[in-house]
C-alpha cells in the first residue's frame, strides 16, 4: 500500500475566544471546497463569521475531481496551499493514518456525541477525528411522481433494477424532451464509479477479493456494466458520459429528468413540484446498493494557521452553523447541511421544509460500509485503501468508453482489469 503514501442575520457564531484572539486583521484562511451547493452557500453565511472575528476567508472553489487531484498533491507533498481542505471518508482515515491532517479535537458545547455513528466513524482512525462532516448523504431514488402516474408505474423502497427499467422506458419521452433516467457517467472514482459501484455491489460484485486482486473480469461486473450502459443508453439524455451530479441536478430542475438515483443530499436543491423518494434499488443484494459518503473539513499538518482553521471548522460544522443557514434570508430550514447530526431531524421546521428528511435518513442508516465476506475491504462506493483513487479513476475512464460507445463492454472491463491489476501488483498486494 506504497503508492500514495509516497507520493448580522440574527445569527450566534458562538467563535471559540482563540478565534477572537487571532483576530488583528491579519488572520486569512485559505479554504478549498468543492462547488457544490451546500458549499457555495457556506460563502454566503460565513460573511457574519468574517464579520464577527475578522478572519478573512479565501475560497478556492473546485469541481469536484480537480478538487480531489489538487488537494491531494497539495496535501501529500506538504505544499501548504490551503488552510482547510474539502475531503471525505475515503481520505480522512487514511490522511490521518499517514500524519498527513490533523487530529480534530473540539470544546464541549460543540457536542461531538450529536453527530451520526456513520459520519464520525467514517472521518476517524483507531477512534480520532481527522475531519468534520459538513454534510453527510447515502443515495436514493428521487423521481417525478406526476410522470410515473400518469405512465401508471410505481417505484418501491429497494425496487428491483427491472422494475426501475421499466420505469424509465414508460416515462421516457425524449420528443418532448424528458429523459427516463439520469445517472452519473462522468468518469471518476468519485463520479460515475460512484453510481457505478452501488450498482456492481447489487449485483453481487466487489472491486477486489480477499487477496486485493482486483475482480474486473467477473460474470457480476460483466452484468452490472452491462445493465448499467443499456438502461442510460436507452433511457438517459445524449451526451451522459459527461454528467456527474452538479450536470444532472441542472437537468433534472429543468425537467428534463423523469428519475435520478443519486446522492440524497441533492434533494435539498430539487427545484421541481411533485418529487417522491424511494430506497435504493438492486439486483438481488440489496447491501451496498446505496452509498454512504460526507464532505468534510480538515487541516493539512503543518498549517501555520493551525488554530484559526481548527476555529472555523469548529463553527462551519456546529449545531449554531445549521441555525445560521435556517435564520439566514437567502436559505432557510430547506437549505441547512443535512446528513451529520442527530438534532438536525428533530427540529420541526426542518421536517416541514423538507420532505426527503426521512428516506435521508434512512438512507444513510442503512448504508453498510464495512468489510463483509463478499468485499473485504471497508467503504460502499469506494475501497478504503490508499491505491483505490488511482485504480477508480482507471476503471471510471473504461466505463465512461463503455458508455460512449467508444468501446464494448467486455472490451472496457478488459482494459480495467489490466490497468487495476498493474496498480494492486505494483503497490506489493501479489
Aim: net charge negative; proline share 5%.
Amino acid at each position: 500500500m506504497k503508492s500514495l503514501l509516497n507520493t448580522a442575520l440574527g445569527l450566534t457564531i458562538g467563535v471559540t475566544g482563540a478565534s477572537i484572539a487571532m483576530a488583528d486583521g491579519h488572520t486569512e484562511l485559505t479554504i478549498a471546497i468543492v462547488n457544490n451547493g451546500h458549499m457555495i452557500n457556506m460563502q454566503s453565511v460565513a460573511e457574519a463569521y468574517t464579520e464577527e472575528t475578522g478572519v478573512a476567508l479565501n475560497w478556492v472553489s473546485l469541481e469536484e475531481g480537480v478538487l480531489r487531484e489538487q488537494v491531494t498533491s497539495d496535501t501529500a507533498t506538504g505544499g501548504g496551499q490551503y488552510d482547510i481542505i474539502n475531503i471525505g471518508m475515503q481520505e480522512a482515515p487514511i490522511w490521518g493514518a499517514a500524519g498527513w491532517i490533523e487530529p480534530l479535537e473540539f470544546g464541549a458545547e460543540y457536542d461531538v456525541d450529536d453527530m451520526l455513528p456513520a459520519m464520525r466513524n467514517g472521518l476517524s482512525h483507531e477512534g480520532t477525528l481527522y475531519a468534520a462532516p459538513f454534510y453527510g448523504e447515502s443515495s436514493m431514488v428521487m423521481y417525478r411522481k406526476d410522470l410515473t402516474d400518469a405512465a401508471g408505474v410505481e417505484i418501491a423502497d429497494n425496487d428491483s433494477w427491472d422494475n426501475i427499467q421499466a420505469a424509465a422506458a414508460a416515462i421516457h419521452d425524449p420528443d418532448n424532451g424528458v429523459y427516463g433516467v439520469c445517472l452519473r457517467g462522468k468518469p471518476g472514482w468519485g463520479d460515475n464509479m460512484a453510481f457505478v459501484t452501488t450498482v456492481v455491489n447489487s449485483f453481487g460484485g466487489a472491486w477486489f477479493d480477499a487477496d486485493y486482486r482486483p475482480t474486473l473480469d467477473s460474470d457480476e461486473w460483466n452484468a452490472a456494466i452491462n445493465f448499467y450502459v443499456d438502461l442510460l443508453g436507452t433511457y438517459g439524455p445524449p451526451g451522459s458520459e459527461g454528467n456527474s451530479f452538479n450536470e444532472i441536478l441542472a437537468l433534472y430542475n429543468e425537467g428534463r429528468c423523469g428519475m435520478w438515483i443519486d446522492a440524497t443530499i441533492a434533494a435539498s436543491f430539487l427545484e421541481v413540484d411533485g418529487v417522491a423518494y424511494a430506497q435504493s434499488p438492486n439486483a438481488g443484494n440489496p447491501v451496498g446498493a446505496n452509498w454512504l459518503w460526507a464532505w468534510a473539513m480538515a487541516v493539512p499538518a503543518g498549517s501555520p494557521n493551525y488554530e484559526a482553521a481548527m476555529d472555523f471548522i469548529e463553527w462551519a460544522t456546529s449545531k449554531e452553523y445549521i441555525q445560521a443557514v435556517a435564520n439566514h434570508p437567502d436559505f432557510g430550514w430547506g437549505s441547512v447541511p443535512t446528513g451529520t447530526r442527530a438534532s438536525t431531524y428533530a427540529y420541526e421546521e426542518f421536517q416541514a421544509a423538507a420532505p426527503f428528511a426521512a428516506a435521508e435518513m434512512a438512507a444513510i442508516e442503512s448504508a453498510a460500509p464495512e468489510a463483509t465476506d463478499l468485499k473485504p475491504y471497508v467503504g460502499v462506493q469506494f475501497a478504503a485503501i490508499p491505491e483505490f483513487p488511482e485504480v477508480g479513476t482507471a476503471v471510471a475512464q473504461e466505463i465512461a468508453a463503455a458508455l460512449s460507445g467508444a468501446k464494448s463492454v467486455d472490451e472496457a472491463l478488459e482494459a480495467a482489469q489490466a490497468a487495476a491489476d498493474a496498480i494492486m501488483s505494483e503497490a506489493g498486494y501479489y
